[in-house]
């Protein structure tokens, strides 16, 4: 279901600190329910790809579709051609440390025709790799490069996948959970931008 | 499509160059490239036959920043990405959290956003004019053009104390009341400036030389576009008429009359149009929005501490540049799960190589200012 919930946030200390684990968050106000989405879209997509359309909800008014990692490529190739989702907004990445897998790759569609947005979502472990669209949506190019910099998470077919905003040395990929200021190699710091870290 | 739109640069290193190619390297301490963007262009002669540019030298990890502040502390941060439209910037954040939350600024919030965004969009396009005119060798426009901004920044100083990197606006509505005569201000600056875009117009327009170094470069056909993912101005010129104020309205869009622009040949010179006429479209908002400002409070109902529930939103705006995405994941606590800011600049920048191909290196200032980013937003 919605991962959000039951995903204690890791505290911003370093990692290894005997923070005492925050107590599994109350429920409160009774957290929004996400409703199941359940239209003509989703209905075409499920006689068409059946178990790689896993899951599909609303929420605040806005369409997501979890689908299987593997069959990525098929399901936007199908969403642009026949379904008219002509336009890739954002291809971006969520980390969830403590699920089995962490990364929840997150494109962001849009169908010109339509006028109308639809979220995919692909998880993917730590090692895996994740099929790419850029011969679906060209666009897609730097934005799987940024996700790979940023996560760590290779794209399978990418035709350039290297680090976009980082240096090509960088160590680590800053936007994990798991990454944190302190980690950071003070070495590479001191040989390739010439100061001293001031941590 | 796995051609020229997603190919990667040679390897400097390993590739044999022809008799008459040489590789050449641009910026990212060059006046032109608007900032630091490095660009390392194959050449056969004088034309361009590849290109590649580098990013991140201006990167500082504001998602990574995100996660570690509480909703409301972030708000400053996104005025420094964008940071010649930062009230832009600030408006699609708060919203986002917002939609987030579930709740609404008030009318009379919405109004006095909608004014400040659009001033904000004249003043971006007045820098990208005056500096882009200046990279092709028109001197005088940058002149005016600040001295038209200029009378933007003083509105903004007026009302929240700051030029460039304002804060305006605050999740929920507004933290200031609209001073006394901000309507009076703005009538006036929106008044002056339909015959100061005219006077921009006749400097330019039908010039020869600007003519001779717009038309016919740069060129990014419809299709084009779409499958790069441009936004914007960009997208505009090329014929595709979609702008998210219209298409998916927010703030108080809804209520005013304006036309969307478009050119048809995806051309420099047609984004030059594009975005005069927007301008004179952001003056034509203004007018209509101060005739009727509702009265009411500036500030939705909401606590000092934000929690908003678990789950995710994604928001766009019609940013100066393209469209502004702000995708926010909450875990519940005061501090945002994820955020990603999708800059237009960044995707707009991707373009860059299909529309130099084939064109001299001289015409690479041209396209370089003619996409118009800004690298705050495209390294962030």
Known sequence: MAPPAGEPRTPAAPAGAAAPPRPPAPPKESPPKPEPLENELVKRLKARFGDAIREAWVDRKQAILVVSTKRLRDIARYLRDEEKFDFLTDVTAVDWPKREQRFDVVLNLYSFRKNERLRLKAHAAEAESVPSVTDVWPTANWLEREVFDMFGIRFEGHPNLKRILLPDEWQGHPLRKDYDILTQDEAWVRENLGIQSGQ | MSDTRTAAFPNVETTVLGADEIIINMGPQHPSTHGVLRVKLKLDGE??????CIIGYLHRGVEKIAEHRSYQQFAPYVDRMDYVAAVSNGLGYCEAVEKLMGVEAPPRAKVIRTILTELQRIASHLLWLGTHALDIGALTPIFYCFREREEILKIFEKYCGARLTTHAFRIGGLQYEAYDELEKDVERFSKDLEHKIDEYEQLLTENRIWVGRTKGIGVLTAEDAIAMGATGPVLRASGVKWDIRKALPYAAYDQYEFEIPTGKNGDTYDRYLVRMEEMRQSRRICLQAIQNIPAGPIMARIGKVLKPPAG???????????????????????????????????????????????????????????????????DR
């Not at chain 2, 034309?47 to 590649?52: F, L, R």
């Not at chain 2, 800059?343 to 991707?350: A, D, E, G, K, T």
């Open chain 2, 47 to 52: 034309k361009v036959v590849d290109s590649e």
């Open chain 2, 312 to 378: 995710e939103v994604y928001h766009s705006i019609e940013a100066p540049k393209g469209e502004l995405g702000y995708y926010v994941v909450s875990d519940g606590s005061t501090q945002p799960y994820r955020v990603r800011i999708r800059p237009p600049s960044f995707v707009n920048l991707q373009a860059f190589d299909l529309m130099v191909r084939g064109h001299l290196v001289a015409d690479v200032v041209a396209i370089i200012g003619t996409i118009d980013i800004v690298l705050g937003e495209v």
